[in-house]
């Protein structure tokens, strides 16, 4: 069985909003694009287009209609991938040290060259985070795309993962959830972010930001700033109107 590192200083993970998700797959689609050519064997799929399409994904999009106590009914997006454990049962589990936490990030990896594909980590997972490549033969999951966040070749902007570099609505966020004073630290503290299945003290180290309620009282009329004149007068009025076209 694998060992678990003592806790890292510095915990690389996610921040995802659910308020601000719209389940547009574009992370999906990151994700399945980078992790084709980079880390690690390439996700395969068996049946891509068919009617039961099935084929291996690092990321996943689920959407549930929720009813709020107080309010309306609302649609929420629900991004699923590792979440990089602390004590995280899927290293623990793995009979051949395949499954490892890096000591100096925390992040979550597996060595597919020691992967029996024996399938323990899927089963201790409580998150549902883990996936067998069945043309692989080996267990796949969130890297953090840990080939791109310390490349040095890219630009500084591209360092981060995929599907943060991607979502075009600006739900995900990445960084040091380690550090009490990163952009996302800061972000978990202002919006009251919450692990998810805290009960299985699993401690992860990614967060969620919970939806904002839905109702008549939060409509608000996206034009109204565009048409509000008297706020900046007609110069500022003029200035807003030419940025949006």
Request: with cysteine; net charge negative.
């Amino acid at each position: 069985m694998t060992a678990l590192p003592p806790p890292s200083a510095k915990k690389l993970g996610l921040v995802i909003d659910l308020d601000t998700c719209v389940g547009c797959h574009a992370c999906v689609t990151a994700c399945k694009g980078w992790n084709d050519q980079g880390y690690g064997v390439p996700l395969s799929d068996q049946n891509a287009y068919g009617s039961e399409p099935s084929g291996t994904f690092l990321n996943r999009v689920h959407s549930y209609e929720v009813q709020p106590d107080q309010g309306t009914a609302q649609v929420i997006n629900f991004p699923r991938s590792c979440l990089h454990c602390e004590n995280a049962p899927c290293v623990t589990v793995c009979p051949t040290g395949a499954s490892y936490k890096r000591a100096e990030d925390g992040i979550v990896l597996v060595n597919e060259d020691a992967c029996i594909g024996c399938g323990l980590c899927a089963w201790a997972c409580p998150y549902g985070a883990r996936e067998l490549d069945q043309a692989a033969g080996v267990m796949k999951k969130c890297t953090l795309c840990v080939d791109r966040i310390y490349n040095e070749n890219l630009p500084e902007e591209d360092r981060q993962p995929a599907c943060v570099r991607t979502c075009p609505a600006g739900a995900r966020h990445f960084g040091d959830l380690g550090d009490p004073d990163s952009d996302v630290s800061k972000l978990v503290a202002d919006r009251g972010g919450y692990e998810l299945m805290p009960e299985m003290d699993t401690k992860p180290v990614n967060r969620y930001l919970p939806p904002r309620p839905k109702g008549p009282e939060q409509e608000v009329d996206i034009l109204a700033p565009l048409l509000d004149v008297k706020t900046t007068g007609f110069a500022g009025w003029l200035d807003r109107i030419l940025e949006k076209i």
